[in-house]
C-alpha cells in the first residue's frame, strides 16, 4: 500500500517517487530542472545537525532543501 507524504518526512535511507510539487514560480521551475518530477526516485541521504536542511539523492545528483521547501513536494512511499 501506497502512502503520500511531504519529502521532508522521509527518514534517512528511506526512499520514495516524487507525486507532484506543490511549489510555483522559480522555485518550482527550478526543482522540476533538478530532477523532481512526477516518477523521480528520491531518497533522504543525511539531515544536518539541527535536521534543517537534508540532503537528497535525486537524478544522480545530491541537493540540499530547506524543510520548508520539502514540505512542499509529495512523494509515494511504501
Known amino acids: 500500500m501506497e502512502m503520500t507524504m511531504p519529502l521532508s518526512q522521509l527518514a534517512v535511507g528511506q526512499t520514495a517517487l516524487i507525486a507532484g510539487l506543490y511549489h510555483s514560480g522559480a522555485m518550482r ?31 544522480g545528483a545530491v541537493i540540499a532543501l530547506r524543510r520548508a521547501d520539502a514540505e512542499k513536494i509529495a512523494v509515494n512511499c511504501k
Open 29 to 59: 521551475s527550478r526543482l522540476c530542472e533538478l530532477g523532481f518530477v512526477r516518477g523521480a526516485r528520491a531518497e533522504c541521504l543525511m539531515r544536518s545537525f539541527s535536521g534543517d536542511p537534508c540532503a537528497y539523492m535525486i537524478c
